[in-house]
């Protein structure tokens, strides 16, 4: 395997950032995970634009033109020859000695791009069993709209529900409600048939396989709500699923060991699931 790390092309073994990167301290950095799909980069141009936003907010720069980086994005693909994968993008406020101000300005930003394959087949195997998840108290700061790679609630809070059967935790805020998942946005379909999902302005990140699912739906004629639901309404819900990059349309059968619906993916999910290259970039 290859990966791209500050202007090289290296052995993914012997990819390395320094000790003294802003990254490794304080995860002083943000990034994009992408799915390769049938050789494609799926939604190239929304990730760029959410690196954009992320990198603006921290006021990061771009590490090189964003033209360039998409270059480096294909290379990377190519080099690792991923037909059906994940790309990773991570770029951080650069190599500094550690002091928590700001760097210099000269100090370049730093970035890093892999790739790897993934099996459509498996995810395809999980999905149609489905996955559960489990309830964890929000505990993050308000800022999760900018993806950072400052992960470690998501980290503890995926773990807690591993430990705890699961494959995916579900974030509930101080009001009972769902914000969304450790790596994933949350969805419900009601017994009405309607979908449900948080809205992208508060407490959640604004996933880009949220977005297509909800042109798809809106393409589909399917009645949706952006709202808050609580955790108490998910478990009566007809469906439920959560979407990311990493699992597209994945759907959930099991909250806090409660069965969703009948117990078995639902037609809706499953509906989207099978749409969902249809309505990429
Ligand atoms: N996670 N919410 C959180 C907290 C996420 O980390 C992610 C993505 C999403 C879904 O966003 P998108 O649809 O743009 O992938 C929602 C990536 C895949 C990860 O950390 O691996």
Not at 235 to 257: H, N, Q, Y
Request: proline content about 5%.
């Amino acid at each position: 395997r290859i990966a791209y790390v500050n202007g090289q092309y290296v052995r993914h073994a012997d990819a390395a950032v320094h000790v003294e990167d802003r990254g490794y301290q304080f995860a002083d950095g943000v990034y994009e995970v992408c799915e390769v799909w049938q050789g494609k980069i799926v939604d190239m141009p929304r990730h760029l634009d959410r690196l954009h936003r992320s990198l603006n907010e921290l006021r990061i720069d771009w590490p090189m033109a964003r033209s360039a980086v998409e270059f480096v994005i294909r290379q990377v693909i190519r080099r690792n020859r991923v037909v059906n994968g994940l790309v990773y993008i991570q770029v951080t406020r650069g190599v500094a000695k550690r002091d928590h101000f700001f760097p210099a300005e000269d100090v370049a930003p730093s970035i890093v791009v892999t790739a790897k394959p993934t099996s459509p087949a498996a995810s395809q195997v999980q999905a149609e069993k489905g996955i559960a998840v489990v309830s964890y108290p929000e505990n993050r700061w308000p800022r999760v709209d900018i993806k950072t790679i400052a992960l470690l609630p998501n980290v503890l809070a995926k773990q807690h529900a591993k430990e705890n059967g699961g494959k995916e935790a579900w974030y509930i805020d101080a009001d009972g409600n769902v914000t969304e998942g450790g790596s994933t946005n949350a969805w419900i379909v009601t017994k009405e048939g309607a979908l449900v999902t948080r809205p992208a302005e508060n407490g959640i990140l604004r996933g880009i396989t949220r977005a297509v699912v909800l042109d798809l739906v809106q393409k589909e004629g399917l009645t949706f709500d952006e709202r808050p639901f609580s955790l108490a309404e998910a478990f009566e819900a007809k469906e439920a699923f959560v979407t990311a990059a990493s699992t597209l349309v994945m759907p959930v059968t099991r909250i806090d060991g409660k069965i969703i619906g009948n117990g078995h993916p639902g037609s809706v999910a499953t509906r989207l699931r099978e749409l969902f290259h249809t309505a990429t970039d």
